[in-house]
């Protein structure tokens, strides 16, 4: 037998302990990360599922830290004051949540400024937090890692842009491949003396040296990371007036891009940050930052451009994560959690998925997990009113941490637990969402909520299949098979439900029982 190592002989990072004990680990306690930036400073608590954990705390102060770095080398003074009363305040909260130990990670302005290590001493002083610096290529790899949390076996380029510097990382079957860091950051780029041809010129170059360095193919998938894209990215949701504004898997083309640079150059900055809901020195920085982007496109010309939440913070949960987990779907377990957490019946999910996959014979794997999510989250909102049900759970598949959906799957599955409390979806006011699915995914969705409906109708137990239902599209024959056991469960509610769901699919309704199925 081999001898196992002593755990409090292991490295195990800036974490300092083992966040994910054993393969089987799918619960998680709370975890606090402070990213200390040159920008801006957070503090992300997680919480809950392993494998996409929830935000239970997420707080950002603007501070500026690496402001005016490049001429003086040293942290803005005044950003350096704002940035240690975030920490204190931080700490303060994480005491007050009983959490652990914050971890708390620090990128380019503290690792680049003559007095980093005298900011990092006086934080450590203050607060008792240790400030882990970390290099460029580094940060380009946690937040490559982040991505990975979000779509595991992804594949293309991920940039990070930060205050003062702006990273690239390849992606290929789900690993981290090259990386190489910049100073293409929007602090760093405010600094350039010359006005904006300066920059520009600055900005292509430093960009074909990039392009070299990675050796990178065109036509890859972008994946974007970072305050100053996830702005853009807002603003290009404004400019198109697209209507569920989730900023994660928001997906843009190189065109669409072109006209949001010159939509910002054309509009009024404080009447866009107000619509758009960005901070003042965030938008500051957004027109330098899509300079940046653009050019990235020129260079690199991807074929699509994703935006991702999750960057150098998630990656660090990413990092100690067993293979094992890193491979399960996100938006499964994190269904999974919540019908653990708030269903009435915990495990009957997997026995309502198990009843309605019949009507689906031709999904392939990515519709069937977006079925099975459905199943998962189709009783987590029973406490909500009667009267608010279907739009609360149409609001919290849309809107909710669930990684790994696209925009349209995240409306495919709110409209069909809409389904799965109303008849009729018809007059709501998330109707301009449904406009995102085609006729077909619309009827999808209402067959898949009905079936789901009426399954709630025969709940047992978690572990017992109370029928199965058999659909014949060529006949349109819908035939419902229960068992004796069932068979009190089938009263006049159940029925009405099995006659709308054979409505739906346009089929004649048949009910049988037997013994046992």
């Avoid at 083309?253 to 009024?268: G, L, M, P, Q």
């Avoid at 269903?343 to 998925?353: D, H, N, S, T």
């Avoid at 409209?415 to 085609?438: I, V, W």
């Avoid at 137990?461 to 024959?477: I, M």
């Amino acid at each position: 037998m081999t001898q196992q190592p002593d755990p409090d002989t292991i490295d195990w990072g800036p974490f300092g302990r083992p966040l994910f004990d054993g393969d089987a680990a799918r619960g998680l306690s709370r975890v606090g990360v402070i990213d200390v930036g040159s920008n801006s400073v957070r503090l992300v608590v997680f919480d809950g599922a392993a494998r996409s954990p929830a935000y239970f705390y997420n707080e950002k102060i603007m501070c500026g830290l690496g402001a005016g770095l490049s001429q003086t080398g040293h942290l803005n003074s005044e950003g350096r004051k704002r940035a240690l009363s975030a920490i204190r305040r931080f700490a303060a909260l994480a005491e007050g949540m009983s959490i652990p130990p914050l971890t708390a990670v620090a990128t380019a302005a503290v690792r680049e400024a003559s007095d980093g290590q005298e900011f990092r001493d006086e934080v450590l002083r203050e607060t008792g937090i240790k400030l882990w610096v970390i290099d460029g290529k580094e940060e380009a790899r946690l937040s490559a890692q982040g991505v990975l949390l979000g779509w595991p076996g992804s594949y293309g380029l991920v940039c990070d842009i930060g205050g003062s510097s702006m990273e690239l990382a390849d992606l290929a079957d789900g690993r981290v491949g090259q990386r190489v860091t910049s100073a293409l950051g929007p602090l760093k780029l405010r600094e350039i003396k010359g006005g904006k041809k300066a920059v520009k010129a600055y900005v292509r170059e430093t960009m074909a040296q990039l392009h070299a360095d990675m050796g990178h193919e065109t036509g890859m998938r972008l994946f974007l990371v970072g305050g100053s894209w996830r702005a853009i990215a807002r603003i290009d949701m404004e400019r198109r007036n697209y209507p569920l504004t989730v900023l994660h898997e928001y997906r843009m083309s190189s065109r669409r891009i072109s006209k949001t640079a010159e939509y910002i150059r054309t509009s009024d900055l404080q009447d866009l940050r107000a619509r758009c809901n960005i901070s003042d020195s965030r938008m500051s920085l957004v027109p330098l930052a899509s300079i940046v982007l653009q050019e990235l496109m020129r260079t690199f010309k991807p074929k699509d451009v994703a935006v991702s939440s999750y960057g150098i913070r998630e990656g660090m949960l990413y990092e100690q994560m067993p293979r094992e987990l890193r491979e399960r779907d996100p938006l499964v377990e994190a269904c999974r959690f919540a019908e653990a957490k708030d269903a009435r019946l915990p495990g009957f999910g997997r026995v309502l998925y198990d009843f309605v996959k019949p009507l689906f014979p031709r999904a392939n794997w990515q519709r069937k997990r977006i079925i099975k999510a459905a199943c998962l989250l189709h009783d987590v909102s029973w406490r909500a009113h009667p009267d608010y049900r279907a739009e609360v759970t149409f609001d919290n598949a849309t809107r909710a941490n669930l990684g790994g959906l696209k925009h349209y799957e995240r409306v495919l599955l709110g409209l069909a637990l809409m389904n799965r409390y109303t008849n009729k979806p018809d007059g709501s006011r998330y109707e301009a969402l449904f406009a995102m699915l085609n006729p077909d995914q619309i009827k999808e969705a209402e067959v898949l909520g009905k079936a789901m409906r009426l399954g709630a109708m025969l709940w047992l137990n978690a572990d017992e299949q109370p029928g199965t239902l058999q659909w014949s599209a060529r006949h349109r024959t819908l035939t419902l098979t229960l068992t004796e056991h069932a068979r009190p469960l089938y009263g006049e509610v159940a029925e009405s439900r099995f006659a709308a769901l054979a409505g739906a699919l346009d089929a004649t309704g048949t009910v049988k029982f037997r013994k046992t199925l």
